[in-house]
């Protein structure tokens, strides 16, 4: 019997692993994750500021296996070798004929000690956990978001949230290196996002970066000291470290360059985060939306490897995408039309209650939502 060795229980390995299970009778399937849960990651910034319950933003990555017949090794990848066929963890080598790579995205601290070992990130349930922890319990009164894209600024938008429901004054604050929030996104989303920190009294110092961070406090280009200060880092991701060795070519953030139907190899396929998919429109933006239909795409052309039949291209649809805050003056490009405030709210946390995991996290994410 061939073996498929999926790598990753986010989003892309999951919707693959579900895909291939159908295969069970002629195709033994193991997924490898170090983590026992799937964190769900566009509703993280919520545990901080809209008081979603982490229990509802996780799904075990066991029960999901054993329900669908798939082997779960909870164990972490160490190497792979794309020539000789094989994934190695801590304990075993373990062989393959077909390699599903959907091993994500994580913090990228820019190999700086420092940083790691001196602020807060937002990986997963536990990173929101203790954000929330240390916002309530710690006194800070300074909050320093390092990185202005999507992740800075629902984190920036949800501590607000947090303190003015605490009464609290404290400053929040936006670091980023470039010249502008946001990166390569519309001009209009960037104005509207600016001016709802107007709002909010949330500060955006571009053109900046931390200098300095001691303990509590932290020294910011071209300001003063910042005592009593909480800093979170968003400032980019990379792919796992494991992922270096393989011998692929790769984009600056560590992503695999793959071809039309999503391979690095004849039968390696890397998806999600960990890929860099090029279409027509140029490289695709990391998105819960690409990496499902990622895994269906590769479960597909699987089969028809098992089948001998010609493989399939991934077509990407876009579908769009949202920048929800948490005030819910929130914006986004969805099927072509620019929208602003309730409604690309409301439709982010519809998408994120239809793409969740398991009726208990559906209805406790709902339950939250309308106490609000």
Not at 56 to 80: A, G
Not at 158 to 171: F, V
Not at 232 to 257: C, H, L, Y
């Amino acid at each position: 019997m061939k073996k498929a060795i999926i790598v990753g229980g986010g989003f892309a390995g999951l919707w693959c692993a579900k895909g291939l299970s159908a295969l069970k009778n002629i195709l033994e399937v193991a997924l490898i994750d170090k983590s026992l849960y799937s964190n769900f990651l566009p509703m993280l910034p919520d545990c901080i500021g809209r008081g979603i319950d982490p229990e509802y933003l996780t799904y075990s990555i066991k029960d999901f296996c054993s329900k669908h017949s798939i082997k779960f090794l909870n164990e972490e990848i160490m190497s792979v070798s794309l020539e000789q066929n094989y994934v190695a963890t801590k304990n075993s080598d373990i062989p393959y004929d077909f390699l599903v790579i959907a091993c994500g995205s994580e913090t990228n601290f820019y190999n700086n000690p420092l940083i790691q070992n001196n602020v807060f990130k937002l990986d997963n349930v536990e990173d929101a956990r203790r954000i929330f922890e240390s916002v309530e319990g710690a006194g800070f009164d300074n909050f320093v978001i390092s990185g202005g894209g999507y992740t800075g600024v629902e984190i920036a938008t949800n501590l607000r949230a947090i303190l003015n429901k605490e009464n609290r004054g404290s400053r929040v604050i936006i670091v980023e290196k470039g010249a502008s929030i946001l990166g390569p996104l519309p001009q209009w989303m960037k104005d509207y996002c600016l001016d709802n920190f107007k709002r909010l009294n949330i500060e955006v110092l571009a053109s900046s970066a931390i200098e300095k961070i001691e303990a509590d406090k932290i020294l910011i280009t071209g300001q003063n000291e910042l005592g009593r200060a909480m800093l979170i880092w968003a400032a980019g991701v990379k792919i796992p470290d494991f992922t270096k060795t393989i011998s692929v070519e790769k984009n600056p953030q560590g992503r695999m360059k793959v071809d039309e139907y999503l391979r690095a190899r004849d039968n390696c396929f890397v998806l999600g985060d960990s890929a860099q998919v090029v279409s027509k429109a140029g490289p695709l933006r990391m998105g819960v939306q690409f990496s499902i239909n990622q895994g269906i795409s590769a479960a597909k052309n699987i089969r028809r490897l098992l089948c001998s039949r010609p493989l399939k291209k991934y077509n990407p649809v876009d579908l769009g995408y949202i920048i929800p805050m948490a005030n819910n003056r929130s914006c986004g490009h969805i099927m072509g039309m620019d929208l602003k405030g309730r409604l690309p709210t409301l439709m982010h946390y519809l998408m994120c209650i239809y793409r969740s995991f398991g009726i208990k996290n559906r209805l406790g994410i709902i339950k939250r939502l309308l106490l609000r």
